[in-house]
């Protein structure tokens, strides 16, 4: 089934729902919003039980029971993802390329060895869930509403194997944009994200988690951020934290191919795809530290940015290879993403026409 604008839902599916008694909007300042921090009223449920899924629901947002034995606590078979929805010009709400964030879900279950999701209970509860909570999407510029799916394991079992139950929630979460400034990153050349057979292209939680450490340890030295580089021969540039890496060289795009080590984002793909439609030329391959050194001493350099949902595009001022800075050009100065990122808002946002199709009006 396709969730498009225009084509019926034929099947629909049972979502049993139950309203909260007290809605938390009126008490939450819509103007200080930071990202991930608060939630709207309700959440959508689901479980994976005898080979099933079942028990599709809409609460209000709250703790949830679990056995202390839960193997996603334990062994981290547990997967995410993050998408956003936009407050349309003419009021309405819409949902920015969900059937990609539903197709990587189900990848990175695959991955982590857990149970997929039917494309309709993802989409229909995504959508009756905005439905209900239609009253957060935020009206601030650059504001939005993030939608955070979640599956992990839900067998009380100590034992090492995939888990037989699972859990499926969409949370939302009102929120102002992650990064408010350009960045300050450090090429990384000790710690590693992502290995070859790894689970580098998963949205899942170890991911995540093992690179707390290092990003840390960036802090400490004053960056805002890592590039985190091939685990091998750590030559190789690969993602900026959590989002997708880009440079503008010599007036193309250069971006770090999409290979097993590196997660692929809805928004490096839009990135790309608005890029050529605007005329550019785009390269996708393996980009090896030295070469963008080299670019930025040089001038040939004009550009350097990540990518992502949270991130959207955020500006890189600097960065700094084993003790040694290299100064970027004035992100004010960067005409071709800041060209990019507006057409992209504009067509988050409806302000100017969506010829891709990637808005989903619900
Ligand atoms: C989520 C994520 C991205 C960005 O993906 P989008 O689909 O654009 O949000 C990039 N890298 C990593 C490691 C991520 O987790």
Known sequence: MNYTNTETVIETLTIKTTKTAHSRLAETDKTDLPFGKYFTDHMFVADYIDGQW??????????????????????GQTIFEGLKAYKQADGSVSVFRADKNFARLNKSAERMSMATLPEDIFMQGLAALIDIDRAWVPDIE?????????MFATDPFLGVRPSLTYKFMILMSPSAPYYSKPLKVKIETKY????????????????YSMAMLPTTKAHEEGFDQLIWTDAKEHRYVEESGA???????????????????????????????????????????????????????SGRLTEAFAVGTAATVTQIYEMNFEGKAYPLTDPASRTISTGIAKKLNDIRYGVTADEFGWNWIV
Request: hydrophobic share 35%; aromatic share 6%; glycine share 8%.
């Open 243 to 297: 989002a997708n890496l880009m440079f503008v060289v010599d007036g193309k795009i250069l971006t770090p191919e999409v290979r097993e080590t590196i997660l692929d984002g809805v928004t490096r793909d839009t990135v790309i795809q608005l890029a050529k439609s605007l005329g550019y030329e785009v390269e996708e391959r393996r980009v090896e530290i030295k070469e963008v050194l080299e670019y930025a001493e």
């Open 54 to 75: 079942t028990n599709l629901e809409i609460v209000p947002y709250g703790p949830i029971e679990m056995s202390p034995a839960m193997s996603a606590l334990h062994y």
């Open 142 to 150: 650059n504001y939005s509403l993030y939608i955070r799916p979640t």
């Open 192 to 207: 590693t994200r992502s290995v070859d057979g790894g689970v580098g292209a998963a949205k899942t939680g170890g991911n």
